[in-house]
């Protein structure tokens, strides 16, 4: 190992930064040409790997000048060879395009890539969903994927992945809600530009954050450049974090995370013989009534009534009666988490609630892991790292952030600097504007980093016309933050999309 002290500082002063040696090799895109057996035949695709510069137009001035590179953006691209009249080396017209991402903020899209979409896929656990493989991980043809029938744009967002500001730009100008939805949208648009998409099909998919991501985006791309999507995809996420959070005087992140704690104690054996559709249902039905009830009523809620309501509450989740009525009703996901299995010397994960695990603690109050991040995160890092460079032939030294905070802080929009990032209002406008929009919403029922009766709730708040929530559909998932995790549920989902795909174009 090189010691950083021992280069040589007249190098570290030059305009090449010291670590920037295999910055020509980095530029230089890689293409090749694969093939997939899909459900619809043998496709024939090619897949390129390379940066997309992000431009500032430079305006103001008498005389038009050139646009600055601000910052270069990773794109891992797939586009099928045609055989139509239409067909050109940036693909067909007609044929679908679905940029896709995932959120963080700090995530690259390595997950939903070799999770969902591409057409290699990388197997992190065994068949049951949870049990863990050991290395190596081996990626495997997807059959299922989505470029049976669409193009696909991986995009990983500035500081993700290999995604980077140029020298002497700041990276932290990125890490901004407000200039992250710029910066995606304006990739989208120079995207269709370049490869003449503009009136191709258009999608966009996106995952946890990047929920809130593609409702803005969304709105951005109908409303800034009049690009409007035939559908949005969205993932695992309510599309405000008001339903995730637990700040002062809050209520609904209590309310919202409840049906998911009853949805995990079912899996752990808490209701023997009941199925888990009828647990969810009386999960729902309590926090939207008795428990959203008891939580505005706060100390006002005494004696007898709230006994009844706490006892109902362990019921319905398997905890001790004893730490409902301490925690006074509001008990946040790390609490649950730590206590549900704490007899067994067990904690459950934030990602999927199926996923169990040891802390250094077992008397600590919340988890300092998450077993589900544990287990998944050494193959879809050893998965993308092997693939873009051995399978795509991409050459580049830098370090793959496939989570990383280095975009830490990250500031929310501006007008919600007191409250949650509440995209909402952008959704809503996207839909109205684009009254012809489709959105596809997909969540999970282990999931305890984002509660799916949040995004439920959300949806029902979305401010558009009757006529309109039509164009909305929401698919339940027995599984977690990352659906596609288990086989069964990764074939599920995918067939979702594919149908949402193909009825979104015959309006």
């Known amino acids: 190992m090189t010691d950083i002290n021992s280069i040589d500082r007249e190098k570290s002063r030059s305009d090449e930064p010291i670590f920037d040696s295999n910055l020509k090799k980095r530029l230089i895109p890689s293409s090749v040409t694969k093939t997939l057996e899909t459900h619809d035949g043998e496709l024939t695709y090619t897949a390129t790997a390379g940066y997309l510069d992000l431009f500032e137009e430079n305006i103001g001035h008498e005389i038009a000048q050139e646009a600055t590179v601000k910052a270069r953006v990773f794109l891992t691209t797939y586009v099928a060879q045609n055989t139509s009249h239409e067909s050109s080396d940036e693909g067909s017209a007609s044929r679908p395009v679905i940029f896709l991402f995932n959120g963080g903020p700090g995530s690259s899209s390595a997950w939903l890539h070799l999770g969902l979409f591409g057409p290699r896929i990388v197997n992190p656990v065994e068949k049951d969903g949870t049990t863990p493989l050991a290395p190596p991980y081996h990626l495997r043809d997807n059959p299922n994927s989505p470029l049976a029938y669409a193009d696909l744009v991986v995009i990983d967002a500035i500081s993700t992945g290999y995604s980077r500001v140029v020298p002497n730009e700041r990276e932290n100008q990125y890490h ?40 803005a985006v969304s709105a951005r791309l109908a409303i800034r450049h009049g690009i409007y999507l035939n559908g949005l995809i969205l993932i695992s996420s309510p599309i405000t974090t008001g339903r995730m959070g637990f700040e002062a005087g809050s209520i609904l992140g209590y309310q919202a995370f409840f049906p998911t704690y009853a949805a995990v104690s079912h899996y752990h054996g808490h209701y023997r013989g009941r199925s888990l559709a009828d647990v969810i249902a009386e999960a729902e039905e309590f926090t939207d009534t008795v428990l959203l009830q008891a939580l505005h009523q706060g100390n006002r809620l005494r004696g007898d009534k709230r006994k009844q309501v706490v006892s109902r509450y362990a019921e319905l989740t398997g905890l001790r009666e004893e730490f409902v009525d301490r925690a006074n009703l509001r008990i946040t996901p790390p609490q649950f988490r730590a206590e549900l299995l704490r007899t067994r010397g067990l904690v459950l994960g934030r990602n999927d609630g199926r996923f169990t695990g040891w802390d250094a603690d077992p008397l600590a109050s919340v988890p300092e892991v998450d077993p589900s991040e544990q287990v998944l995160h050494g193959a879809f890092a050893a998965g993308i790292n092997s693939y873009l460079r051995e399978e795509l032939g991409y050459e580049n030294d830098l370090s793959y952030e496939l989570n990383t905070d280095r975009v830490l802080p990250w500031r ?8 949650p990032f509440n995209a909402l209002p952008a959704l809503s406008e996207a839909l109205r504007t684009n009254r012809t929009l489709k959105v596809l919403y997909q969540v999970g029922h282990y999931d305890l980093c984002t509660p799916f009766w949040g995004a439920i709730s959300d949806v029902a708040l979305l401010e558009i016309p009757q006529e309109l929530r039509h164009n909305i559909r929401l698919s339940e998932f027995d599984s977690g933050h990352m659906i596609y995790v288990d086989e069964a549920s990764r074939i599920k989902e995918s067939e979702d999309i594919r149908q949402f795909i193909n009825e979104s174009q015959h309006l």
Do not use: C, K, M
Request: hydrophobic residues 40%.
């Open 176 to 215: 901004d809600a407000d200039a992250d939805i710029e910066a995606t949208a304006e990739i989208i648009r120079l995207w269709i530009t370049q490869h003449r998409r503009w009136n191709s099909p258009l999608y966009i998919a996106g995952e946890s954050y990047g929920v809130l991501r593609g409702s």
């Open 412 to 419: 929310i929009p501006q007008g919600f600097h007191r409250s």
